[in-house]
């Protein structure tokens, strides 16, 4: 069975980091055809693809985001994690880790997490 | 950045009506284009990928077509369950970006 658990803070203050951990079970990230990415939503709005990672550790990330993200996995522990930097309200939403499937070169979001409500507020 | 746009933003629909969702890349994505339906506090969930295949379980009512920039999402026979709202995403190439969602309510 497929599993992908978010964990982190749920409020953090203006400027500082987030740090955000997804465990994940029932796969592993050396798997090839897997990849995990993290995609938020503000309340009541629409989503919003933040950054993934695959096995060979291939990453991409969010243009307008860039500059403050950074993901990274640590494949024994099944997790992982993404930082972002210099927090804002705006950035006030729901976190979502999510399993990216490869299959014969498409490539689509299969399982999701619950997700993780993240305010940021002083 | 490609740019994904949806039609309607929201619409107004009775069980067993057919519904149709429009969703159009700013640039040709091929058939790199999935279909997600989100309700109201739950995470999303696959319905289509590759512009036309069916994820495994989900029920044939749905169906996908389209290629290039122009794509559509179809609900045959509208069920009280598919009241929700449902977005596209392109995996053409990084980064990867969603349309803004379409909400589909009960008339």
């Known amino acids: 069975q497929v599993t992908l658990k978010e964990s982190g803070p749920v409020l953090v203050k203006p400027t500082e980091t987030l740090t955000l951990t997804c465990t994940v079970s029932?796969?592993?990230?050396?798997?090839?055809?897997?990849?995990v990415s993290w995609i938020r939503q503000p309340p009541g709005k629409a989503l919003e693809w933040l950054a993934h990672?695959?096995?060979?550790?291939?990453?991409s990330y969010s243009t307008s985001l860039k500059s403050s993200l950074t993901i990274s996995k640590d494949t024994s522990k099944s997790q992982v994690v993404l930082t972002m930097t210099n927090m804002d309200p705006v950035d006030t939403a729901t976190y979502y880790c999510?399993?990216?499937?490869?299959?014969?070169?498409?490539?689509?979001?299969?399982?999701w997490g619950q997700g993780t409500l993240i305010t940021v507020s002083s | 950045d490609i740019q994904m746009t949806q039609s309607p933003s929201s619409l107004s629909a009775s069980v067993g009506d057919r519904v149709t969702i429009t969703c159009r890349a700013s640039q040709s994505i091929s058939s790199y284009l999935n279909w997600y339906q989100q309700k109201p506090g739950k995470a999303p969930n696959l319905l289509i990928y590759?512009?036309?295949s069916l994820q495994s379980g989900v029920p044939s009512r749905f169906s996908g077509s389209g290629s290039g920039t122009d794509f559509t999402l179809t609900i045959s026979i509208l069920q009280p369950e598919d009241f929700a709202t449902y977005y596209c995403?392109?995996?053409?190439?990084?980064?990867?970006?969603f349309g803004q969602g379409t909400k589909v309510e009960i008339k």
């Open positions: 995403q392109q995996s053409y190439s990084a980064p990867w970006t």
């Open positions: 999510v399993r990216i499937r490869r299959d014969t070169g498409w490539y689509y979001f299969d399982y």
């Open positions: 990672i695959f096995s060979n550790d291939e990453k």
């Open positions: 029932g796969f592993s990230l050396s798997n090839a055809r897997m990849g």
């Open positions: 590759a512009a036309s």
